[in-house]
């Protein structure tokens, strides 16, 4: 059994994809919008025996010289095929990581239901949480919203603001500007730069993602980037502006992107992870009749030494790009 290294995902990655997957960001269009988009390297792991691919794990290598990550994957990565030799995969990619004096590996698997999957691993769990649209007519999909919901939707519809996709690079802009604004609200750091928001649409739109604006008198007030995979929806990110907020453009936003997706004949709508410490986003996500899953975020320090010293300055190197 090998451990196959690829730089560049080949035609055969898509075909084993293809067979084991129905998540976008195992494809190699997805290595493209990373690569492009961060400007980072990708690794594709193969776990081979005589030429027969039985499982593989996509990842970027983030961080910098000090501190170097494989992370599999921006939002979901994790174990693609047979994940009855994970632990056969798992001792040679810690070999390979020793070797590419990689210090920490993190792995964002949706299919890893235990802790112990991953035994010399450490987790965090999070929630996700996913709307069923299957077999749910669009009367069905509104009755199960809270009642508070129902008004604000229907306040929003009441307060001339405007739901359209957006048409161009210089929209992809505006949209921007209202993340980095919901980001500076919430007071965290801005992880995407706006280069991977260019290649999503540049690579993705209209086939495999929507990019949406809701405006109010022609002012972009909310935005936000829906993913397509073969069976699933998935809100990417959004951003809107405070002084708007009490117009309720991000559930009309939210409304109609679940629209759209039931219209393209997804089975769910993926409101993406959360921390279990911000309350108010898990309500908001629940409030749309979302069943709440637990996501293991796992991660294992190769470096412990390096991984301690970097735990020890990230506090500071946050503060000090904060107040860029």
Same mark, same amino acid.
């Given at each position: 059994? =090998? ?22 960001? %195992? ?10 988009? !961060?400007?980072? $390297?990708? @690794? ?7 030429? !027969?691919?039985?499982? $593989? ?46 210090? @920490? ?23 996700? %949480?996913?709307?069923? /649209? ?23 519809? =009441? ?16 949209? !921007? ?63 809107? $502006? ?9 559930? /009309?936003?939210? %409304? ?9 004949? @997804? ?22 009749? $979302? ?5 293991? =975020? ?27």
């Amino acid at each position: 059994m =090998n451990l196959i290294v690829l730089e560049e995902p080949s035609e055969k990655w898509d075909e084993f994809v293809f067979s084991h997957s129905d998540l976008i960001f %195992h494809t190699s269009l997805w290595w493209k919008v990373l690569k492009e988009g !961060y400007g980072c $390297a990708m @690794r594709y792991l193969v776990f081979e025996e005589e030429g !027969y691919w039985l499982s $593989a794990l996509p990842g970027m290598m983030v961080g910098n010289r000090f501190f170097k990550v494989f992370y599999s994957l921006i939002p979901y990565g994790g174990f693609i095929g047979d994940r009855e030799h994970i632990p056969e995969f798992l001792s040679l990619l810690n070999n390979w990581a020793k070797k590419e004096k990689i210090h @920490r590996i993190q792995i964002v698997d949706l299919d890893i239901k235990k802790k112990q999957d991953l035994p010399d691993f450490n987790c965090v769990e999070s929630y996700r %949480h996913v709307l069923k /649209l299957k077999d749910k007519s669009p009367d069905l999909i509104w009755k199960d919203y809270k009642d508070s919901l129902k008004r604000n939707i229907k306040t929003a519809f =009441n307060s001339d603001l405007c739901f359209e996709k957006i048409k161009s690079r210089e929209e992809v802009d505006q949209f !921007y500007r209202l993340y980095l604004a919901s980001m500076k609200r919430i007071q965290t750091l801005a992880k995407y730069p706006i280069q991977l928001f260019y290649k999503i649409y540049d690579l993705l739109v209209p086939e495999f993602s929507d990019m949406f604006f809701v405006k109010y008198h022609s002012q972009p007030v909310a935005a936000m980037v829906v993913i397509y995979s073969e069976k699933t929806a998935h809100y990417f990110h959004g951003g809107s $502006a405070m002084e708007y907020l009490h117009l309720r453009p991000n559930d /009309l936003l939210f %409304h109609n992107a679940i629209k759209i997706a039931k219209d393209k004949g @997804r089975s769910y709508f993926d409101f993406m992870g959360s921390s279990k410490k911000m309350l108010g986003l898990i309500q908001f996500k629940e409030k749309w009749g $979302a069943e709440r899953k637990i996501v293991f =975020n796992y991660h294992q320090d190769i470096n412990k030494s390096r991984s301690a010293i970097y735990q020890l300055l990230l506090p500071i190197v946050n503060f000090l790009r904060g107040k860029k």
